[in-house]
């Protein structure tokens, strides 16, 4: 195993990693072997490390909506002192992946949910970015362990939401290895260390046999860990310890009153004792003039996540990494290389515990904050020969006959991307007049293909589902065909509003570089172009 370059790329590419509490882009720099953050004017902060790669730029991952319904983000949230408003969404990767139902205040009598406040914030950081660095030109997301599966879905769409058509994908775990430039062979074991804003936790990864981890970057999960230990976890502590010192109890009024305020104080404390020692806590509640005071060193923060029982969190994480390696029978395999990442690695005592459980393993810990960032920039997608679509996808109609869905084809497994034409063209009618919005269901499945389809004549019905004017049977296959883009249709708006059984749209389908099959469509009665080359789904 050694530390080495990646391979070069001749396109200049955005790497983005949307993190729990910070989002970081990188671009990668002339000739595609290295990366650097960079900076959006009034979106982005300086985070304090000693490095000599130049300086690191974070956004806090932060949106605020105004009373008038204006948007703050990242950190014009925290100028404004707005991180524990109501109106504040945080944690938005977390509670996206769990697909929270949770609903803030966005101004008036609005409110929103965490996905729609994570697509304002990312749509606005992207587009900021293209604004400010218009070099690069294409978008590498990292892909955070554990995402639903219409997680990369959702960023393709914020992607084009900021003018951007296409975009890659890598894992995490596969970011931060190339990251920190560390090479890994087949049968070698990296273990990765994360402490972001709610958590401590580990993993560890190898390289995929051929065939598995595609949309991954080649990586494969063996086993995984985790402890409610994060960085705001660490801000109260440090807090608490003040009070301590200062003999003061938590429902002091003077307490309550300033904790936002000494959490946020204890939040900058932490970030600058790894780059200077004895770091000044200062706050002076307004009301009452008591002044919170006091000196914070490494040797301070080292006892105090010593007492509060880190290390020991952090052995119970790599104690269950090591016993599900056993389980599952992987405990031969050596662990060549920790990588640390996260804003809470850059704590020299995270790092120390790290070095003492692995005391003849590499540690990579120099750039917690902006490993991911750096590595999806640096990633290169390994190339397939030939570029082939692995399923089949094709439209789900309605059978009035048969009373049951049918399918119809617009890709087959082993198609070649990009197309050199269309792949399919479809004609859609009106179900029923008035209709404003007809939709395109598009269905995957494996297995062999059917028969081809050419020409084919379509209906939507009143809920937007395809329907043949005249029936055709439905394609072989292992599995019943899945419904792919049930929660991002694409609809077609007719306008006027289209009559019953009237051809309305024309729409051809091709395949791009990055597997996305796009649509255009024509409205035949206005003549208008409604969509042209629009993704509707990644296919794979």
Same mark, same amino acid.
């Given at each position: 195993?050694?530390?080495?370059?990646?391979?070069?790329?001749?396109?200049?590419?955005?790497?983005?990693?949307?993190?729990?509490?910070?989002?970081?882009?990188?671009?990668?720099?002339?000739?595609?072997?290295?990366?650097?953050?960079?900076?959006?004017?009034?979106?982005?902060?300086?985070?304090?490390?000693?490095?000599?790669?130049?300086?690191?730029?974070?956004?806090?991952?932060?949106?605020?909506?105004?009373?008038?319904?204006?948007?703050?983000?990242?950190?014009?949230?925290?100028?404004?002192?707005?991180?524990?408003?109501?109106?504040?969404?945080?944690?938005?990767?977390?509670?996206?992946?769990?697909?929270?139902?949770?609903?803030?205040?966005?101004?008036?009598?609005?409110?929103?949910?965490?996905?729609?406040?994570?697509?304002?914030?990312?749509?606005?950081?992207?587009?900021?970015?293209?604004?400010?660095?218009?070099?690069?030109?294409?978008?590498?997301?990292?892909?955070?362990?554990?995402?639903?599966?219409?997680?990369?879905?959702?960023?393709?769409?914020?992607?084009?939401?900021?003018?951007?058509?296409?975009?890659?994908?890598?894992?995490?775990?596969?970011?931060?290895?190339?990251?920190?430039?560390?090479?890994?062979?087949?049968?070698?074991?990296?273990?990765?260390?994360?402490?972001?804003?709610?958590?401590?936790?580990?993993?560890?990864?190898?390289?995929?046999?051929?065939?598995?981890?595609?949309?991954?970057?080649?990586?494969?999960?063996?086993?995984?860990?985790?402890?409610?230990?994060?960085? !705001?976890? $660490?801000?109260?502590?440090?807090? /608490?310890?003040? %009070?301590?010192? &200062?003999? #003061?109890?938590?429902?002091?009024? *003077? =307490?309550?009153?300033?904790?936002?305020?000494?959490?946020?104080?204890?939040?900058?404390?932490?970030?600058?004792?790894?780059?200077?020692?004895?770091?000044?806590?200062?706050?002076?509640?307004?009301?009452?003039?008591?002044?919170?005071? !006091?000196? $914070?060193?490494?040797?301070?923060? /080292?006892?105090? %996540?010593?007492? &509060?029982? #880190?290390?020991?969190?952090?052995? *119970? =994480?790599?104690?269950?990494?090591?016993?599900?390696?056993?389980?599952?029978?992987?405990?031969?395999?050596?662990?060549?290389?920790?990588?640390?990442?996260?804003?809470?690695?850059?704590?020299?005592?995270?790092?120390?515990?790290?070095?003492?459980?692995?005391?003849?393993?590499?540690?990579?810990?120099?750039?917690?904050?902006?490993?991911?960032?750096?590595?999806?920039?640096?990633?290169?997608?390994?190339?397939?020969?030939?570029?082939?679509?692995?399923?089949?996808?094709?439209?789900?109609?309605?059978?009035?006959?048969?009373?049951?869905?049918?399918?119809?084809?617009?890709?087959?497994?082993?198609?070649?991307?990009?197309?050199?034409?269309?792949?399919?063209?479809?004609?859609?009618?009106?179900?029923?007049?008035?209709?404003?919005?007809?939709?395109?269901?598009?269905?995957?499945?494996?297995?062999?293909?059917?028969?081809?389809?050419?020409?084919?004549?379509?209906?939507?019905?009143?809920?937007?589902?395809?329907?043949?004017?005249?029936?055709?049977?439905?394609?072989?296959?292992?599995?019943?065909?899945?419904?792919?883009?049930?929660?991002?249709?694409?609809?077609?708006?007719?306008?006027?509003?289209?009559?019953?059984?009237?051809?309305?749209?024309?729409?051809?389908?091709?395949?791009?570089?990055?597997?996305?099959?796009?649509?255009?469509?024509?409205?035949?009665?206005?003549?208008?172009?409604?969509?042209?080359?629009?993704?509707?789904?990644?296919?794979?």
């Amino acid at each position: 195993m050694d530390r080495g370059g990646d391979q070069k790329n001749e396109r200049t590419r955005l790497g983005v990693d949307f993190g729990m509490s910070n989002t970081v882009l990188a671009i990668t720099k002339e000739a595609g072997y290295e990366a650097r953050t960079i900076g959006l004017n009034g979106f982005s902060a300086e985070f304090p490390a000693r490095t000599n790669e130049g300086k690191i730029f974070y956004v806090p991952s932060l949106v605020h909506y105004t009373e008038d319904r204006g948007v703050l983000v990242g950190e014009e949230v925290v100028r404004n002192r707005c991180e524990n408003h109501p109106a504040t969404a945080r944690w938005m990767r977390k509670y996206l992946s769990e697909k929270s139902m949770v609903r803030i205040p966005a101004g008036g009598d609005r409110r929103t949910g965490y996905c729609e406040a994570a697509t304002d914030f990312l749509s606005r950081v992207l587009s900021h970015a293209a604004t400010d660095c218009d070099e690069w030109t294409g978008i590498v997301f990292s892909l955070p362990s554990g995402a639903p599966a219409d997680y990369p879905e959702w960023l393709g769409r914020v992607a084009r939401m900021a003018g951007r058509g296409s975009c890659s994908f890598v894992s995490e775990y596969r970011a931060a290895i190339a990251g920190y430039g560390v090479s890994v062979e087949n049968g070698e074991v990296v273990i990765v260390v994360r402490m972001d804003g709610t958590d401590l936790a580990g993993a560890a990864v190898t390289p995929a046999h051929e065939g598995t981890g595609a949309e991954d970057g080649g990586m494969r999960t063996l086993a995984g860990s985790g402890e409610p230990a994060g960085c !705001a976890v $660490v801000d109260g502590w440090i807090v /608490r310890d003040l %009070l301590r010192q &200062q003999r #003061l109890s938590g429902t002091d009024p *003077r =307490v309550i009153r300033m904790y936002p305020d000494l959490l946020r104080e204890a939040k900058r404390v932490r970030e600058l004792v790894p780059v200077m020692d004895g770091v000044p806590f200062e706050l002076t509640d307004p009301v009452s003039g008591y002044a919170f005071r !006091a000196r $914070v060193g490494q040797a301070d923060l /080292r006892r105090i %996540l010593h007492d &509060q029982g #880190l290390a020991a969190a952090m052995d *119970r =994480v790599f104690d269950r990494i090591q016993s599900s390696l056993r389980i599952s029978g992987h405990e031969e395999m050596p662990v060549v290389a920790v990588v640390m990442i996260g804003e809470g690695c850059a704590m020299p005592a995270v790092q120390e515990i790290a070095k003492r459980r692995f005391p003849t393993v590499s540690i990579y810990c120099d750039r917690p904050l902006e490993a991911v960032a750096r590595g999806a920039a640096l990633y290169c997608s390994p190339s397939r020969t030939p570029d082939r679509i692995r399923n089949n996808y094709m439209l789900r109609y309605w059978d009035p006959e048969s009373r049951e869905h049918r399918y119809r084809f617009l890709v087959r497994s082993g198609t070649r991307y990009p197309s050199a034409g269309q792949v399919a063209r479809i004609i859609i009618s009106a179900a029923y007049d008035g209709q404003a919005y007809l939709g395109i269901p598009l269905c995957e499945s494996s297995g062999s293909p059917g028969d081809p389809s050419e020409g084919i004549e379509l209906v939507s019905d009143a809920g937007g589902r395809m329907r043949l004017a005249s029936p055709a049977p439905a394609p072989g296959g292992s599995r019943e065909p899945v419904l792919v883009n049930g929660k991002d249709l694409t609809l077609l708006e007719a306008t006027p509003p289209a009559k019953k059984g009237e051809p309305r749209f024309e729409c051809t389908f091709t395949l791009d570089a990055d597997r996305n099959l796009c649509i255009t469509a024509r409205d035949l009665m206005t003549g208008t172009m409604v969509k042209t080359n629009e993704p509707v789904h990644r296919l794979t």
